[in-house]
Each structure stands twice: as structure tokens, then as C-alpha cells.
T-cell receptor, first 112, second 114 residues
Framework: DQQVKQNSPSLSVQEGRISILNCDYTNSMFDYFLWYKKYPAEGPTFLISISSIKDKNEDGRFTVFLNKSAKHLSLHIVPSQPGDSAVYFC???????????FGQGTELSVKP | KAGVTQTPRYLIKTRGQQVTLSCSPISGHRSVSWYQQTPGQGLQFLFEYFSETQRNKGNFPGRFSGRQFSNSRSEMNVSTLELGDSALYLCASNSLPGTNEKLFFGSGTQLSVL
């Protein structure tokens, strides 16, 4: 039972354009959402988060949008850079401490 | 401040053996969580420890166990290894669980079971 789903295993974008990564969830008890970025042979690093009381959070080139009625969130990267090429994981929390529910990940490739 | 440290980085075992993985959290962090990453499955939550007590457990068989020491360091043990246990095992720490504070991950231990 996958409570957090990233339906696109991969995404290829041209440098300078917008990258949009999507994530869907099923559990309405989730109240906090995070995006992590992972390079090969490294652990995931935190990118950006959003509380369920907000619908948008912005940090530099990264913006996360939350649509609670659709149980959908998305990560926008503008402009995309080759260094953004990595696997992006969406994660959700129901405030049970260190337990996060992760999606399967989307591999982003930004081509020069 | 040193990050989350996991040892060893790579491990090769055969079926039926057991393995112990180690994790040192960021100094001052008292919560340690463990995750299993396999291709196509994302990160699956194994368990979480806080102040030497297991607070949360994922849906893994009893062959997977862990513990936390008084200095917050944690170990994870897998007994009677199976081929399907081959994965990247990630440890994460945070200072105060239950506050939606972000997790800090180590680089992981890549376990191969032959």
C-alpha cells in the first residue's frame, strides 16, 4: 500500500527550463511534506518542505506547491541547472517523530 | 559539526549470515531512524529510536532489529540474510522527534547478499 506515490520514474529537462516533479498521497493525516534530493553514493539531503496549512513554499529556485483537496504536491525548479540532476524523493509525515513515508523517487536529468 | 556517520560503507554477505550496521548521529541529536532503499521502492522505514527506546517500527520481519546506546549511537542487525535484503541501508538523525524537523541522512551502507 503505497501511501506516497511518484508516478514518473524519470524526467529530462533542458538547462534553463522549468522542472516539475509531482507527488500524490493517500493519507489525509499527513500534515507535513518534504522533498529530498539524492546523488549516487550519497544519502538524501533535505531540499524544501511545506506544512499542510500552507499551499506554497518558496526557497530560491525551488518552490513546492500543495493541493490538499487533490492530495497532490509538486516541486518546481526554475531555472533548472545540470547540477540539479539527481533523484528527488517526496516524503510525508503524520508527526510521528522520525518516521517519514517516501515516494519511489523521480530521477531528474538536466541537459546542457 | 560532523554529519551522520555510517559504517561500513559496503558489505558483502552470503545467505543465512547475519550483519550489524552502525550509525553515529549528528552530535546532540537523540533520535535515530533507519530506512531501507531498494530500486523502485523508494525508502522504506525500518524503525526509530529515541533515548535508547524504539518509538516506531515499520513493516519488516523480526529478522530486522536495532538498538540505541546511551550516547545515541545506533546499530541495526539483520539475521538469517536473504537475497532480497540486498539494499542501501540509510540512517537518519534529528534533534527532536515529533516536531516535523527534517531528518539528516548518512551516506548509507550498501549491503549485497550473495
Amino acid at each position: 500500500d503505497q501511501q506516497v506515490k511518484q508516478n514518473s520514474p524519470s524526467l529530462s529537462v533542458q538547462e534553463g527550463r522549468i522542472s516539475i516533479l509531482n507527488c500524490d498521497y493517500t493519507n489525509s493525516m499527513f500534515d507535513y511534506f518534504l522533498w529530498y534530493k539524492k546523488y549516487p553514493a550519497e544519502g538524501p539531503t533535505f531540499l524544501i518542505s511545506i506544512s499542510s496549512i500552507k499551499d506554497k513554499n518558496e526557497d530560491g529556485r525551488f518552490t513546492v506547491f500543495l493541493n490538499k483537496s487533490a492530495k497532490h504536491l509538486s516541486l518546481h525548479i526554475v531555472p533548472s541547472q545540470p547540477g540539479d540532476s539527481a533523484v528527488y524523493f517526496c516524503a510525508a509525515s503524520d508527526n510521528q517523530g522520525g518516521k517519514l513515508i517516501f515516494g519511489q523517487g523521480t530521477e531528474l536529468s538536466v541537459k546542457p | 559539526k560532523a554529519g551522520v556517520t555510517q559504517t561500513p560503507r559496503y558489505l558483502i554477505k552470503t545467505r543465512g549470515q547475519q550483519v550489524t550496521l552502525s550509525c553515529s548521529p549528528i552530535s546532540g541529536h537523540r533520535s535515530v531512524s533507519w530506512y531501507q532503499q531498494t530500486p523502485g521502492q523508494g525508502l522504506q522505514f525500518l524503525f526509530e529510536y529515541f533515548s535508547e527506546t524504539q518509538r516506531n517500527k515499520g513493516n519488516f520481519p523480526g529478522r530486522f532489529s536495532g538498538r540505541q546506546f546511551s550516547n545515541s549511537r545506533s546499530e541495526m542487525n539483520v539475521s538469517t540474510l536473504e537475497l532480497g535484503d540486498s539494499a542501501l541501508y540509510l540512517c537518519a538523525s534529528n534533534s527532536l522527534p515529533g516536531t516535523n524537523e527534517k531528518l539528516f541522512f548518512g551516506s548509507g551502507t550498501q549491503l549485497s547478499v550473495l
